[in-house]
């Protein structure tokens, strides 16, 4: 009898104290995500998602290396799982729930060649759908990923100018960049930057330049199944980001990688005055 009640005492304290298991799907973007290498886990989304999993102690984490096609694919599914990062579609808010802003970048941009910009006599900012159609030049994009409404609209009325490839880095499309396989990347500086000083692309060689209609920051979130388990973690990972996007900590982690480009003081005055004080949608 006692061994009875021994086992059914051990049996309820395993429910109360066991854990729901929060899986987040990433995939390696450096210096967003960096997953290999020597700067191994500290790309500026790995120390902000390592600061929010310290937080959400209720939970049980694991990262879970995939595409983005991948991750968007099983979040269809229904799968119970988050990422940190994503943008609001009106496709994805279909099936994904969102946090509140959850991580600031700067805007994109157009990485090309300094030889193609002169030839073209292209300056900053540039219009997109006339790189494409004018100067029918061509860029690639990674499968499922979106580059926010305007510029996703754009590419999907010049899809003949449009390579898509399934990638878990960017690595591969900044080679397939310097050996002209496409004219041009949309992306972002810091990200730029990082490809620079991983000597994938020669600086010298190379310009960004901004895309009319872009702003200087915006903001992500992390996104979560549609589900019952997804409203849950939502929730709380809002509370999470309450209480950590105060912190200088979180602040840091978002300019680990880019507290060298020139608009730092913009950034964190950006930081400070919007990214923590967003304002309501007018009706």
Known sequence: MKLILFVVFV???????????????AYNQPPAYIFEGKFKNQGFINLTQEILIKTLTQYHHNTEQVTVGRFLHQLRLKENACVLG?????????????SDNALMHRGLHVLISKKKAQHFKLTSPLDLAELLQKHNLSTIVIQGRSYGNMLDN????????????????????????ALNRFDFLIDYPST????FKSKLLKSDDYVLLKINGIPSYIESSVGCSKTEWGYRAISAINIALKKEKNTKAYLD???????????REDFIKF?????????SPKN
Request: proline share 3%; hydrophobic share 40%.
């Open 271 to 279: 930081y400070y005055q919007e990214f923590l004080f967003p304002q």
């Open 11 to 25: 049996f309820f304290s395993f429910l109360c104290t066991a854990k729901e298991q929060m899986t987040w799907y």
């Open 253 to 263: 982690a978002l300019l680990s990688w880019s507290s060298n480009l020139s608009d």
């Open 86 to 98: 994503l943008y609001k579609t009106p496709e994805r808010e279909k099936y994904i729930l969102y």
């Open 154 to 177: 754009i590419l999907n009325k010049n899809l003949e100018n449009v390579l898509s490839r399934s990638s878990q880095s960017n690595s591969q499309l900044y080679k397939m960049l």
């Open 192 to 195: 730029a930057a990082y490809a």
